[in-house]
């Protein structure tokens, strides 16, 4: 792939053209509001449920969210990772392209190269582990992706790539420490927030003339990191706060745990079933994350508050997500340290809070078994979502 | 509730006039369509899928399809019953209103009622079993009912409702069996009709310029028949063909077998897992249903059929919908008569068909519970999806 030293800097600007680069690739995804998920995480949570944790005996946080839901999950290939492929082709010369593409990935980012490899008329090899489900293989063999098999381990599945590289010429593009990835991804972004724009700039959502009529703030997945620095990149300068969540399972809270360290956490081994979220933070992504100008936090959720809020958005928004999609909605439900900063930065008025929902590929069955193994939490969860069914959903069109 | 012989005559225009009555209390609902399902369903069946049913032998039919899907699952309360209640009550006169509204159900239409009432600050009665599930009670209640409780015979219920009626003299407003009520679900085709015509003027979905700028045909799924003969009011005139989707199991198929006997079936017993298609047709839509030169015909499928079709729309398309909304696309999926005259009819350019989502009401457990018992079948099912997963999602605004 085009070198790190040959992309374009991070910047808003730069994530502007690659908007322009690739939206005739992409989908411009849909941004939905609901009124029953804004009531529930601007309820005050009880006393009881901070039991256990270390907010026990505090009061609970009183933040009002109005939340515009940015539908990855609409996007090709199901999930934002189309547009960081899309656009790191796009960078690519003539001569580069017809060298072809590699990859290692069992994930959204294999299928999103293999589809953005078959857009530009050129060759996808992507180097799956031999254990990979017989799904998966046959969806990126689908884009028409040339699929080579390798062990399991990373070692063995860089020396196929290395192997492809000398063999073919073709071009390493990861799935997100690299600049071109994260200018791709940030594009959601800027169209969450025109977005947002449009539906406070209409009657019926803003009851309250005075109310902002912009986005206060973002929150986005944080697994690798290369959504969300590039949301941090395209919000610079606007004055939205920019916010990471992740999965606190097994220490897959790699970014805020370095965070607070001061230093990237450089490997995780986690099995949440935030399967998208199980990558440390890559190098360059790290950087723009650790810079508070940029990203002003990075929370956690336990797996619980995943399903409950993965529940929520299934049930009534009636939006199919995987359980990494969710995470940034969890922590606005049930993270008292971030509800308190909701609380006072937004006052009366509330925040106007972006949310991503980054992907959707997940299958009934595996919904099935993360319900069935705790129906008594999620009955509390239900319990947590409070009886008003009413439910709003707006769609933007382009 | 105003008596039948009151009511307005079952007309497009009067559709037309019950649509400027409600369009303030209700969503327009998306219309998404989805380039995945248009290809599974243009795709002709195998031979080996036919044996053992009624076609076992045949050459399997070719139609092609593009997919227009009514998204009513997004509307109020989670299904198209909003419109009924809601038009309903704006027949009603003012001192009719005051009087309050009553009905027996413990399902979509209950909670249809209920919020209907709450808005034109008007009180509702719903009677439900004893037994239902303390969920969909809390639900009615949500929206600021009065839930009485009775037995669970419909003897029992309606004695319950006569009590009501006698202490109250509340207005009595049915699910379905009411011109009123099918006016106010009708309301959904119009949209439909509209919001297709304009997906259809996009240019990147009429890839061919010669191809018909409008509907075709119009599959939606039938119950009790409110929003069936609805829609094939609404529709008259127009040249849009409709036609009714209904599960065959445990006779089930009501609809079908009294057309075919030429008779209207007046009970039926079945647990079929589309729960909200147990009922019979009611002896009002009957009329509708059964005038040819209105309904084109109805079609039923089985069990599994519809589980299929239910894992595409969710799994595919990203919408959570309930078993109930998928009868439609299943028919045009796996029934070979109907994709017979599919073909037949639609000829090289086939056919633009709406497909009514009817609603998204059910819960994670639900679907777990459901796809749990027939890994095997849910895995051929995901055989039939093909192994392209590229899907577009587009959205209407009004």
New interface residues.
């Given amino acids: 792939m085009a070198e790190s030293s040959r992309s374009k800097p991070l910047t808003r600007e730069n994530v502007q053209k690659a908007h322009e680069l690739i939206k005739q690739y992409v989908?411009l995804t849909?941004v939905l509001t609901c009124t029953t998920i804004d009531s529930v995480a601007s309820t005050p949570r009880s006393p009881e449920a901070l039991k256990g944790t270390q907010w026990e005996g505090q009061t609970p946080a009183k933040p009002k969210f109005r939340f515009f839901f940015k539908c990855e999950?609409?996007q090709?290939?199901?999930a934002f990772k189309a547009r960081g492929a899309f656009h790191a082709l796009t960078q690519l010369s003539d001569e580069e392209l017809a060298r072809g593409v590699v990859t290692h990935s069992s994930g959204n980012h294999a299928?999103a190269l293999a589809?953005a490899a078959r857009t530009k008329g050129i060759t996808a090899h992507i180097v799956m582990p031999t254990i990979s489900t017989p799904?998966k293989i046959?969806?990126t063999?689908?884009?028409g992706a040339n699929v080579l098999f390798s062990g399991s381990t990373s070692e063995e599945r860089e020396a196929v790539v290395v192997d492809v590289i000398k063999k073919t010429g073709a071009i390493l593009v990861p799935p997100y420490d690299h600049p071109d990835i994260i200018l791709g991804q940030g594009t959601m972004a800027l169209e969450l927030e025109q977005q947002a724009k449009d539906l406070l700039a209409m009657s019926h959502i803003s009851v309250n003339r005075d109310q902002k009529q912009t986005l206060d703030a973002v929150i986005a997945p944080l697994g690798g990191g290369g959504m969300l620095s590039g949301v941090a990149t395209a919000l610079q300068g606007t004055g939205i706060r920019v916010f990471g969540a992740e999965p606190s399972f097994e220490g897959a809270n790699d970014g805020q745990l370095g965070l607070a360290a001061g230093k990237r956490i450089p490997s995780v081994k986690t099995l949440t079933i935030a399967d998208g979220l199980r990558t440390p933070v890559g190098e360059i992504p790290w950087i723009v994350i650790s810079d508070k100008s940029k990203v002003k936090g990075v929370y956690s959720v336990t797996e619980e508050h995943i399903k409950a809020a993965?529940?929520l958005v299934?049930?009534r928004?009636?939006?199919?997500?995987e359980p990494s999609a969710v995470v940034g909605l969890a922590v606005c439900m049930f993270d008292e340290d971030f509800r308190r900063i909701a609380e006072r930065e937004g006052g009366e008025g509330g925040w106007n809070m972006g949310v991503v929902l980054s992907g959707?590929n997940?299958?009934?069955?595996a919904?099935?078994?993360?319900?069935?193994t705790s129906?008594a939490q999620?009955e509390r969860a239900?319990g947590v979502v409070?009886?008003?069914?009413?439910?709003?959903?707006e769609?933007?069109?382009g």
């Fill in positions: 989908h849909p999950n609409y090709k290939i199901g299928q589809l799904s046959a969806g063999k689908g884009y993965m529940k299934l049930e928004m009636k939006v199919f997500v959707g997940t299958t009934v069955e919904i099935g078994k993360l319900f069935q129906t999620a239900e409070g009886k008003d069914g009413e439910k709003v959903a769609n933007v069109a």
